[in-house]
């Protein structure tokens, strides 16, 4: 029913910037919050930022002045634009979508594939 495809993700040396995209598509009536988690082997997945409709915006501390989450509500994606970027940021970055279903009216949750991001010399 839902699709998310994102793309972005690959190498940086430290102190680069890459921007992560997320689509998402099919049958959707309104996009609530979508937002960027990331999650390294052995660790839990981890909130990087989120954003709700309306534009308001939250961000884990360790990212906060580095990294901007927008989205385009036309084109129902969402963007992490990262800076300044630290070999503590490599990780697998994944897109969360929180929607209703076109027809049902069902409140439903979306996780994207995940997108490798590593931050090494």
């Known amino acids: 029913q839902v699709q998310l495809v994102e793309s972005g993700g690959g190498l940086v040396q430290p102190g680069g910037s890459l921007r992560l995209s997320c689509a998402a598509s099919?049958?959707?009536?309104?996009?609530?919050?979508m937002g960027w988690y990331r999650q390294v082997p052995g660790k839990q997945r981890e909130l990087v930022a989120v954003i709700t409709s309306g534009g308001i915006t939250n961000y884990a501390d360790s990212v906060k002045g580095r990294f901007t989450i927008s989205r385009d509500n036309a084109k129902n994606t969402v963007y992490l634009q990262m800076s300044s970027l630290k070999p503590e940021d490599t990780a697998v970055y994944y897109c969360?979508?929180?929607?209703?279903?076109?027809?049902?009216?069902?409140?439903?949750?979306?996780w994207g594939q995940g997108t490798q991001v590593t931050v090494s010399s």
């Open positions: 969360n979508v929180d929607l209703i279903i076109v027809g049902t009216y069902l409140r439903e949750n979306y």
């Open positions: 099919g049958s959707i009536l309104s996009i609530n919050v």
